[in-house]
Every structure is written in structure tokens, then in C-alpha cells.
């Protein structure tokens, strides 16, 4: 570009901005309530449309991205406006624009171009609806088209304002013609943008900030200020907000006043250079800079600070964010006391936050192995360099809890993709269904909440499908026809519970039963609830009358329990006749590190996670009742539980084979508890989790891998494989 500001460097801030405010988008529109829409919520969706455009019309080579925000806009405009009436076929309309704004900022995130087949269509029912709320022809002609032969401009090389300015001025006044609909104004005059403080680059990129925004009539320049004339239908706020991009809040004046006498005519028709004033007109009808935002003002920052063009255009949520408050965060530190323009959160990849999780990790390792060392010493002669020791430890685990920290993040995150899938999936089922979500702000770890999505989802759409009855049924029970779905999340000990919990009808054990003998499972009138209900998770096991797009094929419950219990976690479910179904997530807050027991069999340590352990004993010979040659149990308060040699499971030598002098470890896995022999426990503390499988290769019994303080390597079993195996032997 001929500006020298290389604006690529920026593209990735304003897809991740964008991408953040669709988001936004999404979770306004569906809670909008269509008979009675709340004016900040339509106003902070409109901002959000308008702040993508901005961006895009900026960098001027998403052309796609920008029209189709522009046609959105002007719709939203119109209904803001009261011009014309929210129905639900807009709101449908507006979330399938959504998802193709979506999918344009994903194409040119890839250097791709957008499919133009896909903006034809969303383009022409935009323009439609556009078309309806124009009330005929007089207004048709004010609803724009694709302009992607008149892109929008680029900044140019910085100059005193010669004819090339000017050209870039004409053009940009062309494609604001050709892409904005002006319909009536709020007062007879045009408004005056005036921005002070402004450095020579920026000057030419608030001037095509302002071609956007309308039609300039004047436009005035000196060495640190621009002034511009401009018959828009755009509020001051809008004009105060698309000004943002590029400089501070409190460098922006606009008010409405008469263009100089000379001066009336479009800059456009102007072939030469626009001359400087000699002094500043006066602002007839002044309006402050505020007037009809509904964000904070911005916090002191230096007067006399220059932001990028390029950079500001691309935090696109900086003007304004889509719930209506400033997401600038410098605007947050500065509010708490900060220095001035300092920002308070910062993007990094997450590829960089591993790598630092990785040197704790082995920072933690090469403590250990010191504290192992130093155990040896004479704690009188080595006193200070064991007090060294001693902080080193302390301080190595908060860094390692402040890194991981790092790594988490809410679990409004996967929430709030749920009320569109329970408005879509409930319309196809013609069931009316509310959804609740608790717990928003509890955190867990990236890793594992991209993981969780998909389960969560299949669990939704079987509570939408299976779950919750038809009104008409719920009626007939004397239930309210609406049902209620509830998503939920807390802490619970170091560990995280996510439950799907809906009102529906309930499991019916009768159907299950039935289900279950015809297959062959080993049930009978006898088992019990929580025993039957486990056989959902069997592959190929459904109850479904009939096979819907949305579940009941019986593929999917199976790999929710695979896919949760790779991730350290299990799942339980429970249910009430008539009153509804619950199934609850447990799992770990992180995969990278582990409370775990070390206990040693023969020569070999292994790790057993803590959170499945439940406690440890010596087995008495009255305790234990052999029921075949090979297998035993352990009577432990009136429980029968089932005996693991883990010397047997991973045949390790020189064990102890004699089960009352070995230690049985008490564990429990989903609701199955067993006792697992080993020959001695070493103690409980916290160890950083290896992948082996990625390092090695998958191992039976194996979940991981982690360094001990001497340099050798112990495996972390596996709980839930060993589970498995005892419930293979009961069955047998």
C-alpha cells in the first residue's frame, strides 16, 4: 500500500474482534423478545454490525464482509428506529446472516475468497426485507446493492492535500453514494466531524472513515486536524464511534452546522486541492460527544497519543461492543486507577501459554529432583541452602497455579452456543422449550472445554428429542407446556460438575428393560435403577420409536462416556419418573497436572489420580471371599467389592502376592467402586502430567505418564480401564 502502513499485520486482531462481536450478535438476538424488544439490546446489535463494517470497509479488501454488514445494518436501522416491526422471521434471518458473516470472516482468515453464491442469496433476502420496510418504490432505490466494484478505499501516502488526495476523496464519496441510504435526517443541517490532535497519517484514514459514513459535502484540513461536513443519517455517536478506530474519544467533536458558502458543494465535484481556512467556523446546535451514547466517557489518556489506523480499525470492538459498553480495556484500566492508555488484557497464542506451561512443568520436575537431593543432606550444616529449597517449592507452585490459570477460561464460553441450538432443535420438533444456564463464570481449562462441546450437545439435543414431551402432553400431565432445559457448571473439590438437567417425562425403565433383554444384556426385574440406566451408554443402545435428524440412532450416548472419560473425567445419570432426566460431568480442572498417590508394586511406582481415590487398608483374611479360582472380593462395610492385583494387571515381578500383606486402595469410577492391591503406599502430591501416547504409544491401563523427583518415569493408571475390567469380570 502506498501509505507505508502495511495493514495485514493487523488482520488477525480484527477477525478475532469479529468473530467476538458475531458472537455477541448471536447471544442478543436470541434473547431478544419479539413483542417488546429491549432499545439497548437492538441498539448494541446494531453497533456490532456497524463496528464489522467499519473494520472491514477499512481494510478495504472484504468487500463481501462489508456490503453484507451494510445491508444488515441498514435493517437493523430501520427497526431501532421504530420504523418498522420485529417479527420472527427476522430473527431467523438475521442469525442465518450471522452465521454467513461467520463464514466470510472465516474465508478470509484463510486468504480465501468468500462464497458468492452463499452472499448473493443472504444479500437479495436482506435486501428484500430492506425493500418491505421502505414501504414501495420511493424507498426502493435507497436500499444499496453489492458494491464489489467499488471497494472501499485504502489509506494514502501521507501529502499537503494535492490532487491525489482529492481523487481518493472523489472515490470514496462514490462508493458511499453507491452503498448508503439516505433517508431523512434529524435536523437541516449536515453534521461537522472535527478531530484535533491528529497525526498527518491518520488524516487520510479518518477522511475515508467519513466517505463510509455518507456523502462529504467539505472538508477541511490542517497540520493536526481534520474537519468534515457530512450528510449522513448516522448519529453523532455512530460518527464519534467509527472515529475511535483511529483516535481517542476525546479528540472527536460533532455537531450540526451550515458548510462554508464556497464550500457547498461535494467534495467529489472538487478536481483540486481543498484550500485551509483561515479560521474555524462557528458550530450552530453544538452536541456534546456523548449525547446519545449509552457508553461510559473515556478515561484520561494522553492528549497527545497517535494510535494506528491500521491497528485501531482492526479492534473493531474497540468503538463500541455489542452489549453496549465500551470493550476497549484500556478504557477498564484506566477506570481502576491504571496509567492512562495502558490496556488491560493482552492476545496470545495459545501455542506460546503451552510452552510456558511445559518449562513449569519441568521446572517443577527439577525441583522435585532437588528436594529429593537435598533430603540427604545434614539440615544443620545445609541449613540456608534447605530454606532456599523450601521456597524454591513454594514459589514453584504458585507459578505453576498462575500459569495454568492462564489456561482457563469460563464456561460461558460453550453456554452460550446452546440457546441457539435449543431454539432451532426445539422449532424442528414443534416443542416449546426454555432454556437455563448456571454457573456461567466457573473456569476450566481450555483443553478440556473444546473437548466438552460436542458431548454437551449430543446430551442437549437428547434431552430436546427424548426428554421433554410435546406441549400438548405436558399439558395433559398437568405441566406447564413449556419445558425447561438447565445447563450448569460448579467447582466441586478439585474438580468441575457440568449437569443437563431437563423436566421432561423421564426415563422408562419398562422400555429399557425391554430393550435391554431383547439385546442381551444380563438384566432383570431385579436390577436396579442406577445399574439399568448405565446401559444407555451401550454402543448401539436406543429406545427412540423412531430415528430423527436430531438423535435416536443409538451412535451417540457410547461415545459421550469415551470421549468424557478420556478426559479423566465419568458421567452419571439419574432420573424420575414423569419429573425428568439429570446427567452430570464430572471432571477434572486441567489435564496438565495431577493429585495424585504414588504407590509402589514390586520395583515399579505408579500414580493413581486422587480425586478416585476414597481411602486405603490391610484386607483381614475375614474380609476377603473368593467366588472362583481366579477372582475375589473384599467386604468392606457391608459392600462387596471387587478385587484388582494391579501386580497382575501390568505383570510386574517381585510383588507381593498375598492379599492381607498387601494395601488395598480404595477407588471409584462413575458409581462402580473396587479395591485396587498394591504392595505400599509412598505418599500424595502433585505431579505434571506426560503424554505417552504421543511420546510412545498407547498402553492398556495407561492414561499418562510424569517424572518423578529421581529422574525416572511412573505411569498414571488408568482408572477407568480398570474399572472396566472388573465390571467384565462380574458379567463373566
Not at 436500499?143 to 490532487?163: D, F, K
Not at 491500521?310 to 477506570?335: E, L, Q, T
Not at 410435546?470 to 400431565?477: F, G, I
Request: overall charge negative; some cysteine.
Amino acid at each position: 500500500m502506498s501509505s507505508g502502513v502495511d495493514l495485514s499485520q493487523f488482520f488477525e486482531t480484527f477477525f478475532d474482534e469479529a468473530d467476538e462481536l458475531l458472537n455477541d450478535m448471536e447471544r442478543l438476538l436470541l434473547g431478544l423478545d419479539i413483542d417488546n424488544p429491549d432499545t439497548d439490546d437492538l441498539n448494541a446489535i446494531f453497533r456490532a454490525a456497524h463496528s464489522i463494517k467499519g473494520g472491514a470497509g477499512t481494510f478495504g479488501c472484504f468487500g463481501h464482509l462489508a456490503d453484507t454488514t451494510h445491508l444488515l445494518e441498514n435493517i437493523l436501522d430501520f427497526i431501532r428506529k421504530g420504523e418498522m416491526v420485529l417479527r420472527k422471521d427476522m430473527i431467523d434471518l438475521f442469525l442465518e446472516t450471522k452465521d454467513v458473516l461467520t463464514d466470510q470472516v472465516a474465508a478470509y482468515r484463510n486468504s480465501e475468497e468468500p462464497d458468492a453464491g452463499v452472499y448473493e442469496r443472504i444479500c437479495a433476502q436482506l435486501r428484500e426485507l430492506a425493500l418491505e420496510a421502505s414501504g414501495g418504490a420511493r424507498k426502493a432505490a435507497a436500499v444499496p446493492a453489492p458494491v464489489a466494484a467499488a471497494p472501499a478505499p485504502a489509506p494514502v501516502a501521507p501529502t499537503p492535500v494535492p490532487a491525489e488526495q482529492t481523487a481518493v476523496a472523489a472515490q470514496s464519496v462514490a462508493a458511499a453514494q453507491a452503498t448508503n441510504t439516505p433517508h431523512e435526517v434529524s435536523a437541516d443541517l449536515p453534521l461537522r466531524v472535527q478531530v484535533t490532535r491528529v497525526s498527518v497519517k491518520d488524516i487520510d484514514a479518518l477522511a475515508a472513515e467519513m466517505a463510509l459514513m455518507g456523502d462529504i459535502l467539505h472538508q477541511e484540513k490542517t497540520a493536526d486536524s481534520l474537519t468534515v461536513w457530512l450528510k449522513t443519517t448516522a448519529s453523532a455517536t455512530d460518527l464519534v464511534a467509527v472515529c475511535c478506530f483511529i483516535v481517542n474519544e476525546n479528540q472527536v467533536q460533532v455537531g450540526h452546522a451550515a458548510v462554508p458558502s464556497a464550500q457547498a458543494e461535494p467534495a467529489a465535484a472538487s478536481p483540486g486541492p481543498v484550500p485551509e481556512p483561515a479560521a474555524p467556523e462557528p458550530v450552530a446546535q453544538a452536541l456534546p460527544v456523548h449525547a446519545e451514547s449509552a457508553e461510559p466517557p473515556e478515561t484520561a489518556e494522553d492528549p497527545g497519543s497517535d494510535a494506528s489506523p491500521a491497528s485501531s480499525a482492526g479492534a473493531s470492538a474497540r468503538a463500541s461492543g455489542a452489549g453496549g459498553k465500551s470493550s476497549d480495556p484500556s478504557k477498564a484500566a484506566g477506570a481502576s486507577g491504571g496509567g492512562g492508555g495502558s490496556s488491560g488484557t493482552i492476545r496470545v497464542g495459545v501455542e506460546k501459554v503451552d510452552q510456558i506451561i511445559n518449562l513449569v512443568g519441568e521446572l517443577v520436575i527439577t525441583q522435585a529432583m532437588l528436594v529429593q537431593t537435598a533430603s540427604t543432606l545434614d539440615p544443620v550444616i545445609h541449613d540456608r541452602l534447605l530454606n532456599g529449597i523450601e521456597q524454591l517449592e513454594r514459589n514453584a507452585r504458585d507459578l505453576q497455579e498462575a500459569v495454568m490459570s492462564i489456561r482457563m477460561m469460563p464456561m460461558d464460553y460453550v453456554f452460550s452456543r446452546f440457546p441457539r441450538v435449543v431454539r432451532e432443535s426445539a422449532a424442528k420438533m414443534g416443542k416449546n422449550i426454555k432454556l437455563v444456564t448456571k454457573g456461567q463464570a466457573t473456569e476450566l481449562d481450555k483443553s478440556l472445554i473444546e473437548r466438552i462441546i460436542d458431548p454437551l450437545t449430543h446430551l442437549v439435543r437428547n434431552s430436546i428429542d427424548h426428554g421433554i414431551e410435546a406441549p400438548e402432553k405436558r399439558a395433559a400431565a398437568g405441566k406447564n407446556p413449556e419445558g425447561v432445559l438447565t445447563l450448569s457448571a460448579q467447582h466441586h473439590g478439585g474438580q468441575i460438575v457440568i449437569e443437563v438437567a431437563d423436566d421432561g417425562g423421564g426415563l422408562s425403565r419398562e422400555r429399557i428393560l425391554k430393550k435391554a433383554i431383547q439385546q442381551g444384556f444380563p438384566v432383570s426385574e431385579s436390577t436396579p435403577d442406577e445399574e439399568l440406566w448405565q446401559l444407555i451408554f451401550a454402543p448401539g443402545f436406543s429406545t427412540a420409536e423412531k430415528v430423527t435428524d436430531i438423535s435416536g440412532r443409538g451412535v451417540g450416548m457410547d461415545v459421550v462416556r469415551r470421549n468424557i472419560q478420556a478426559m479423566g473425567g465419568h458421567i452419571q445419570l439419574s432420573s424420575r419418573s414423569g419429573q425428568g432426566t439429570s446427567t452430570r460431568i464430572v471432571l477434572p480442572l486441567t489435564l496438565a497436572i495431577l493429585d495424585g498417590m504414588s504407590v509402589r508394586v514390586g520395583n515399579e511406582t505408579f500414580i493413581l489420580p486422587l480425586s478416585h481415590v476414597t481411602e486405603s487398608m490391610q484386607p483381614t483374611n475375614e474380609q476377603i471371599n473368593k467366588i472362583s479360582e481366579t477372582e475375589s472380593v473384599m467386604h468392606v462395610r457391608g459392600e462387596y467389592l471387587p478385587m484388582v492385583a494391579l501386580h497382575d494387571v501390568f505383570d510386574v515381578h517381585d510383588a507381593v502376592t498375598d492379599p492381607t500383606k498387601a494395601i488395598a486402595v480404595i477407588l471409584q469410577a462413575e458409581d462402580v467402586r473396587f479395591a485396587l492391591l498394591v504392595d505400599h503406599l509412598i505418599g500424595q502430591h502433585q505431579v505434571v502430567v506426560k503424554n505417552l501416547e504421543s511420546n510412545y504409544r498407547k498402553i492398556p491401563g495407561v492414561s499418562a505418564a510424569t517424572i518423578l523427583g529421581d529422574g525416572s518415569v511412573a505411569l498414571i493408571v488408568d482408572v477407568f480401564a480398570l474399572m472396566r475390567v472388573t465390571r467384565d469380570k462380574t458379567t463373566i
